[in-house]
C-alpha cells in the first residue's frame, strides 16, 4: 500500500472513531436527559401537590380553629390568627428548606459527567507518554 493510501485509511479510520465515540456520548446524554426529566417532574409534581394540599387544608381549617380556640381561651381571634400565621410560615420556612437541600443533592446527568472526566484523565495520561 503507497504511504498516501495508508494515511487516508488511517485518517478513516480515526474520523469513524471519533464518530462512533461522539455517537455513543450523544447516546448517553439523551438517557440521562430522560432520567432528569423524570426525576425533576416527579419533583416538581410533589411539591405542587403538598403546596395544594397546604393551602386548601389551611384555608378550610384555619377560620374554625381560629375560632374554637379564641373561645376555650377567651382572646381576641386578631391574635389567634396572628399566631396561627406565624406558626405556618415557620412550616413553610422548613419545607422550602428541605426541598432546597434536595435538589442540591439530586445530580443529574452524573454518568455523562464521569465519563467525561475518565476521558479527560486518559488523554491527559496519553500526552505524557
Known amino acids: 500500500m503507497p504511504p498516501a493510501s495508508e494515511e487516508r485509511a488511517s485518517a478513516s479510520g480515526l474520523l469513524r472513531s471519533i464518530a462512533l465515540y461522539v455517537e455513543a456520548r450523544g447516546r448517553l446524554l439523551h438517557i440521562e436527559g430522560q432520567e432528569a ?41 386578631t391574635r389567634v390568627a396572628l399566631a396561627g400565621a406565624g406558626i405556618h410560615l415557620f412550616l413553610a420556612l422548613l419545607l422550602l428548606a428541605g426541598l432546597k437541600s434536595r435538589l442540591r443533592s439530586t445530580q443529574f446527568f452524573e454518568d455523562s459527567f464521569n465519563q467525561f472526566r475518565r476521558d479527560r484523565e486518559w488523554l491527559a495520561s496519553n500526552k505524557n507518554k
Open 37 to 77: 426529566g423524570a426525576r425533576l417532574s416527579g419533583m416538581i409534581g410533589m411539591f405542587m401537590l403538598g403546596l395544594a394540599a397546604l393551602i386548601i387544608g389551611w384555608m378550610l381549617a384555619a377560620p374554625a380553629l381560629v375560632w374554637i380556640i379564641a373561645e376555650t381561651n377567651g382572646w381576641h381571634w
